[in-house]
Every structure is written in structure tokens, then in C-alpha cells.
DNA sequence: TTAAGTGTACCACCACAAATAGTACACTTA
DNA sequence: TAAGTGTACTATTTGTGGTGGTACACTTAA
């Protein structure tokens, strides 16, 4: 299901939280599913349980996850807080955008740097 | 004119720029005023030149100052600051923006949102 | 109650990047 | 030409990020 890549320059909690992100919006994994334990990750990729761990927040964070202390990881819903904090990207956007727009730039302008954006 | 306070976890040179461009901003310093030269604010300091060059840089880059071989650096007037401010504004934007790609957003989703703002 | 499973916290190590220093170069002006 | 200016290059120091080792805390099932 996961499987790192060391030619890859990116840390390999990155790409764990990537692979799962990938996994979870594809529907692959399903809400309220239990993710692997962080030590069973661990020993199947042959690394360390905190690197697994080091993801594991990372994904809770942006709300893909939540974590139950002796019990394990799971799955949030669609509805859960990724829409949510969706949202609250998109009002805080928004925002600024109204307050660039008064000093004088134009939509066309805010959108083109969108365009461009690189990741 | 320019303190340094070594409790201060930043490093040096971005203690320097947030100063001057406090210092440009209210005016203290006018446009076309000369700035101190590298070498004079250094020693002034106790500090390498190439930390204040390095500061300077940072401001020219920003819009705040523009810097001529020889002559010296000197400060902008108030048309760059508007340019200046707009860039931070698109910066701050295109932060949020990265962020919310990060939880399975679309570019296209983001411009839409943009594109139906009311003012 | 206990054992095995779970997430979490803390510290150490290492590699790499950032910050700073040292020095030399290039340009301008009086 | 000399003294002042910014700039470029390299070396060294410092800080940060990523990972590993280990111990702790909690949950569950036997």
C-alpha cells in the first residue's frame, strides 16, 4: 500500500503523508477505517516508528486523521474537518483578496498568480 | 538608529530590514534619503559588512531601497510601496493558497471563489 | 490483573541549509 | 588617485530538519 522511494529527494515522512492523502481522497481507504499502526508501518518499511509517527500528525493536522492514544488512527469522513477547514482557508482568502482588490490590483492579476503558482 | 538586541531569536540581518522598513514607513527615513553606507552601519554594529549587504539586499529586493555601485543605497518613494504592499498581500494569498491545494482543493475551485466575489 | 497492542514524548545524532565572517573586486566621486 | 561605495566569492560557524533509539501512557482483550 505505501512504498518509499529513495531515489526521491523528498523526507520520507513527506512521502508517506502524500501516498495516504492520495489513498484517502480516492476513497481507497474509507472513513472510519483504521490506518496501520504506526510500528507495523515502521517494521514493514524498515524505518523508524517516529518518522510514521511524524506523518501521522502531519495527516491529523490537516484533517485526514484522527488519533486515539492505545487504540490507534483512523479515517475522517468527507464532511468532516477537511470541508471545514476548506472553508476557513477560503474565507481567510478571500479576505485578503478583498483587501488587495481596494489598493488597487484587479481579479485578472490575483488569479494569473494563482495560474502560476508552483508547488 | 538601528539596535540589535541579541535575546532576539532572528537572525541579525532580519532584524536589520524589519527596522528599516518600520523606519521607511513612517517616514523617519525619505524617499531618496541615503541610507547608511554597508560598511559604516557594520562597524557601527560591531558586525560583518556582508550581514548588513545582506540586509539590503532583502529590502531592494522587497521595494524599499535600490542600491547603486559606488554611490550607495538609497531609499524609495511612495508609488514602489504600494507595489511593495500589493506583493505582500499576494504573497500571504498564495501561502493560504498552497495550503488548501495541500487538502484536495483545485486551482480551479480557488479562482472561482475569486471570480464570484462580491465586493 | 496482565500482556500485548496502540499513540506519544523526549532526547541524541547527523546531514544539510542558513547565517555570518573574511577577503578581494568593481565602481563612483571629489 | 584615494577614499568611499556596493558586490561577489569562499570559508566557517550556527541552526534546523529528519531520523533513530527508547521510555512512557493508554486501551483492549484474555
Chains 1, 2 share one sequence.
Request: hydrophobic fraction near 40%; avoid cysteine.
Amino acid at each position: 500500500m505505501i512504498i518509499i522511494d529513495y531515489k526521491d529527494t523528498r523526507p520520507i515522512y513527506e512521502q508517506v503523508v502524500e501516498r495516504f492523502k492520495t489513498l484517502i481522497l480516492k476513497g481507497v481507504i474509507q472513513p472510519d477505517e483504521q490506518m496501520p499502526s504506526v510500528r507495523s508501518l515502521a517494521m514493514e518499511l524498515s524505518i523508524n516508528p517516529n518518522t510514521i509517527q511524524k506523518a501521522y500528525a502531519e495527516l491529523e493536522r490537516q484533517g485526514f486523521i484522527y488519533s486515539v492514544k492505545g487504540r490507534g488512527s483512523f479515517v475522517l469522513g468527507d464532511s468532516s474537518l477537511v470541508e471545514q477547514r476548506k472553508k476557513e482557508y477560503v474565507d481567510q482568502i478571500l479576505k485578503l483578496v478583498r483587501e488587495v482588490l481596494e489598493i488597487g490590483m484587479t481579479k485578472m492579476e490575483i488569479v494569473l498568480e494563482i495560474e502560476n503558482l508552483q508547488m
